[in-house]
């Protein structure tokens, strides 16, 4: 499948890449909170503008024809950098990092004023996109990944900008289908709950040797 790539990336080039691009990401990520909140007068927002402008002339003088993609090294680490929720080089994503535990694997975040939706509130769509990688990253933790099938999300309260966390883990398998529950929290419990079916594609069935951790 394109996008899915295998490299002679080795480890000491890996961190380079990463200490080099994320740090960069993070930045961004601090630009649209500051963007959101930020109150200083228009010439200050004109200043900071000129610098913006040559940041983007400067980072688009040598770039990918195609999206990051998932990058798997011939050492074993997968490196899905551009993922929307723990792309380390993605300043859309949180970044989550995703922790696997003997059954279940839980990440700990915090979603700033940029994953705003009603005031004060995370989006439910952002709640809907953190809950689908997190129950498809269970999926593959337990030798089971897949691609989105179904997605049921239960809005059981209002979830809080802030800190978080998520859980989830496999219910059942059936076949090529593998069905994961899970949910996201904050310090009061539970706020929203989600369901998915991951079903392994065609252009996988024949290799079970997929990797089922991303870095």
Not at 129 to 153: F, R, S
Request: charged share 25%.
């Amino acid at each position: 499948m394109s996008g899915y790539l295998v490299d002679d990336a080795t480890l000491d080039e890996i961190e380079v890449e990463r200490a080099t691009y994320a740090p960069l990401a993070e930045a961004t990520r601090q630009l649209s909170d500051l963007s959101i909140r930020t109150r200083v007068s228009p010439d200050d927002a004109a200043r900071a503008q000129e610098h913006l402008d040559a940041a983007i002339a400067l980072l688009g003088k040598d770039v990918d024809t195609e999206s990051y993609g998932v990058r798997h090294s011939r050492i074993g680490v997968t490196r899905a950098w551009g993922n929307a929720v723990v792309g380390i080089r993605n300043p859309i994503a949180p970044p989550l990092t995703i922790v696997h535990h003997d059954e279940r694997v839980s990440a700990e975040f915090e979603l700033s004023a940029a994953y705003e939706g009603p005031p004060s509130l995370v989006h439910g769509g952002v709640s809907a996109l953190i809950l689908d990688q997190l129950l498809g990253e269970a999926a593959a933790a337990a030798g089971k990944p897949g691609m989105t099938g179904t997605l049921t999300v239960r809005y059981r309260r209002a979830t809080p900008l802030g800190a978080l966390r998520g859980e989830a883990h496999v219910d059942r398998v059936d076949g090529i289908k593998t069905y994961a529950v899970g949910h996201m929290a904050d310090a009061e419990g539970i706020c929203v709950e989600a369901e998915g079916v991951f079903i392994l594609p065609r252009w996988a069935r024949k290799d079970s040797a997929a990797p089922t951790k991303f870095e």
